[in-house]
């Protein structure tokens, strides 16, 4: 019992601290879910046709990821992070560590976000992606 209220304590933080908990009416591109896997998206410039991996959840580009996640997800955010933004101490590796948050923190800041390590929707719109191809854009 004592595990129980402790572990439900614990997510009950995490997911205070990410903006979840007390959520009603939430809008409808919230992110409400955590990431999964990639979807390939277009990004601007380049010859129009290239196609960057972007963190999804199912079908859908609103998902949120932090520290202690891995997957193709957390690739594509080092890959961001490292190519588009040159920040060198970020591996490739796919696992979000505390270096993968420290220096998407850093890039948070510099684009004026809140800079609080999580990856989100507001994160996924002003971030650089990096194509196929190796050039870095935005989302449309």
Not at 52 to 58: F, K, S, V
Not at 63 to 83: D, Y
Request: proline share 4%.
């Amino acid at each position: 019992m004592l595990r129980t209220k402790a572990a439900l304590a614990a997510g009950v933080t995490l997911l205070a601290g990410l903006g979840l908990a007390g959520m009603t009416a939430a809008p409808a591109n919230a992110a409400t879910h955590w990431c999964n896997k990639t979807m390939g998206d277009f990004i601007n410039g380049g010859n129009g046709h290239e196609l960057a991996q972007i963190p999804a959840y199912n079908s859908t580009f609103d998902c949120i990821t932090g520290e202690g996640a891995s997957g193709s997800h957390v690739t594509a955010i080092q890959n961001a992070l490292r190519h588009c933004y040159g920040r060198t101490k970020v591996e490739v590796d796919g696992h979000f560590g505390p270096i993968t948050e420290a220096e998407l923190m850093k890039v948070q800041a510099r684009l004026d976000l809140r800079d609080d390590g999580v990856y989100g929707p507001n994160t996924r719109d002003k971030l650089k992606w990096r194509s196929s191809t190796g050039h870095c854009a935005t989302l449309p």
